[in-house]
């Protein structure tokens, strides 16, 4: 797929959610309750990020957001050919594998990148975008699934490249609770300098 980067240039008089990044991770029919690597709450994680997207769209004229989906790898090598291997039946399923009807909405305005690694900032597009926002004073804001893969080894990621990351808790979904507690935990010893985790309301009462 064709990433189309939409960047804020030449002011900055920004408010945050102008200049924060917004990625929506991996929110795809396989992760929903009932499905094989159903999520605790995915319903209910779905709703808040469409209420943080909404009120950044009220803030400013483009926000920046983009919404990412996993996709197995085309030419896997070392433990992603097992992976493939383990995971075919879910893998040939066109259905699990699309991104879920409330967000696949939002790719009618935002661009869905297609992914092959958990890390979001694999992706050139992504890197660059969370480098310009984190140049112009915004923050790499993440929301999704899995809290303990692809959310927790994107925002390690984007912390890595010296970006300000926050992490919405209950915007985030886990395969359980004590899952999304352990990748909290894990990014609570690098707070407040390099991430802040907060819920969607409390993310929506800043500005």
């Known amino acids: 797929m064709t990433a189309v980067v939409l960047l804020l240039h030449g002011t900055k008089d920004y408010f945050m959610k102008e200049a924060d990044l917004i990625l929506i991770i991996d929110m795809q029919n396989v992760y929903r309750e009932g ?9 209910g994680t779905a709703r808040r990020i469409r209420e943080i997207v909404s009120h950044a769209e009220m803030k400013c004229a483009n926000p920046n957001v983009f919404v990412t989906e996993f996709l197995p790898p085309e030419s896997p090598f070392g433990t992603w050919c097992d992976y493939n291997t383990e995971y075919a039946e879910q893998n040939a399923d066109a259905w699990l594998n699309a991104v879920a009807d409330e967000i696949c909405l939002l790719t009618q305005r935002y661009t869905l990148i297609s992914k092959d690694t958990y890390s979001a900032m694999s992706v050139e597009a992504i890197r660059k975008e969370a480098m310009a926002a984190q140049e ?14 692809c959310v927790l080894w994107t925002a390690c990621a984007a912390i890595d490249l010296g970006c300000k990351v926050v992490y919405i808790t209950d915007a985030v979904s886990g395969f359980d609770v004590a899952k999304e507690k352990g990748a909290e935990l894990m990014l609570q010893g690098l707070a407040p300098m390099q991430v802040e985790l907060m819920t969607a309301k409390e993310y929506l009462k800043e500005d």
């Open 35 to 43: 499905q094989p690597w159903a999520c605790r709450d995915f319903d």
């Open 136 to 149: 112009r004073g915004g923050r790499v804001v993440v929301t999704g699934v899995v809290a303990e893969c």
